[in-house]
């Protein structure tokens, strides 16, 4: 840990200066007092004096871990032993009281401010594991599925869902992979899929999975939107504008330069955990993801970047954008006809974002 000592996870924490300075000045302050309360004689005042000890190194402690919470309990213990020092031959009433205070009270709080100490570090450094394995997983998963999967919802299953698919895949990748080696590959995919992630997450779209070059996204669940499909257009939109500098910056390294194909497609899906119990994972399947897929494909043959279905165009709010029919096809593996078409300006409306 960064604030800690050491290479690896540790339980003793730097105190801050802050939480030092609070903690000493509120020592010294119960210092003055204890001493007064010697001169009045009054023993009821002497035992609360002595234990408001406790407090500053408690806060000592919580505030900021072992380390600032036993040096408190010394700092306290100090002051005490040499007040108590002052006050030794005030009669001989008093020194068995003196005794007990010496050999009881000054090692208690020390023993105080390690052992509280001792378990908030403990308690930090499993937050802070906790939170670790937490942002790992989300790395490998969305938030959404990540936190539903962390509220026990792991059973297998799915539910019919209407949501939006978009898939968008590099072309001519495995002429690209050729020149390359595995790890140059590895780099200016992530550095490409990083860019495309952020546009799809940037819109409620949820990136299920990526497929070799390939990406298939989600909009509409696990996160419901208002409108999935004008979501994933504008996805698709901020795709191609981060794909445009990506490349830009490709080129200036001598780098490859990508051309992607994207097809979006909205219907009804089924969504859950799909798998088995030993190996599960949230997605979705159903006529709507095939579709999407075959759409995708169709950018190459007809020398377009973005196809959508007609059920898409029907999803977003009027004249939000410009389209143009490009045909009525059927896909292979279906029976029934569809209509794609092309968004033209490649923006939409400011107001309909």
Known sequence: MRNSFGKHKAHLYRPGR???????????????????????????LQAISLRLYYFPVIYAAIASGMLLGASTGVVAAGFHYAIMQLFSSHGAEHHAMLSTEHYVEIPFLVILGAITGFFRDHVRVEQTEKKNITDQFGAYVSAEVRDDILRGNTQLGGSDAEITILFADIRNFTAISEKYNAAEIVEMLNQYFSEMVRAITQHGGMVNKFIGDAIMAVFGTPNRLRNSSQSAVLAALEMQKRLQAHNFLQAAKGKPQFEIGIGIHRGNA?????????RKEYTVIGDTVNLASRIEALTKE??????????????????????????????KGRTQYCTVYEILDGKMRRDCA
């Open 18 to 44: 802050r939480q030092t300075a609070f903690a000493v000045v509120v020592v010294f302050a119960i210092s003055i007092l204890h001493a007064w309360t010697l001169t009045t004689g009054n023993t009821t």
């Open 270 to 278: 089924i969504a859950g955990n799909i798998g088995s119990e030993n």
């Open 302 to 331: 007809y020398g377009v970047s973005l196809l959508v279905t007609g059920s898409v165009i029907e999803g977003i709010e009027a004249d939000c954008l410009e389209s143009r029919e490009i045909d009525t096809v059927r896909v």
